[in-house]
T-cell receptor, first 113, second 115 residues
């Protein structure tokens, strides 16, 4: 079993829809949970991160972690065509140094105008 | 100018050739990383460096070597390229200070094709 599982998609939704992106993981030592966004032909960039379980909101984006079920979610409200990108979940061990990051394969999201 | 610059951006080479991908950064970060990205496999860590004298293997270091020439420069070499090293390569830096989490700052990638 891979440490981090993420459906690669593509996931295509109409503009304005609520998007739910998800990952599961197997390593209970993960304490930090990052979401990176990668536009076509660009490097990934950090979108959000949370520590341990719970929710974190930033504008139209909400990150949610359920450590009991090892489930990570990213919700996008009022989705826009500019949100079309690949979203990579990246949980990390305690301490959070990037050498402890494990990236999911990424979900390719397409927002249809 | 970009904070993390990779050269070349695209390279086509032949099996058996030596290839060097270069990375330079102006962010002043000590930690630098090389990742490989393949369709369906996500990002895989090749090598990482915490400072000029500290270089570590990642999960897929076989067939690769690195050199940290200065705090700002980190190069990835393929001594004898093979077709399954065809991929998109990313350099990244981190501002990790030992607390919380360190954000990774990526370059724009170097696309390598080995024929």
């Amino acid at each position: 079993q891979k440490e981090v599982e993420q459906d690669p998609g593509p996931l295509s939704v109409p503009e304005g829809a609520i998007v739910s992106l998800n990952c599961t993981y197997s390593n209970s030592a993960f304490q930090y949970f990052m979401w990176y966004r990668q536009y076509s032909r660009k490097g990934p960039e950090l979108l959000m991160y949370t520590y341990s379980s719970g929710n974190k909101e930033d504008g139209r984006f909400t990150a949610q972690v359920d450590k009991s079920s090892k489930y990570i979610s990213l919700f996008i409200r009022d989705s826009q065509p500019s949100d079309s990108a690949t979203y990579l979940c990246a949980p990390a061990h305690s301490g959070g140094g990037a050498d402890g990051l494990t990236f999911g394969k990424g979900t390719h999201l397409i927002i249809q105008p | 100018d970009a904070d993390v610059t990779q050269t070349p951006r695209n390279r086509i080479t032949k099996t058996g050739k030596r290839i060097m991908l270069e990375c330079s950064q102006t962010k002043g970060h000590d930690r630098m990383y090389w990742y490989r990205q393949d369709p369906g496999l996500g990002l895989q860590l090749i090598y990482y460096s915490f400072d000029v004298k500290d270089i570590n293997k990642g999960e897929i270091s076989d067939g690769y070597s690195v050199s940290r020439q200065a705090q700002a420069k980190f190069s990835l070499s393929l001594e004898s390229a093979i077709p399954n090293q065809t991929a998109l390569y990313f350099c990244a830096t981190s501002d990790f200070t030992g607390a919380g989490t360190g954000e990774l700052f990526f370059g724009e990638g170097s696309r390598l094709t080995v024929l």
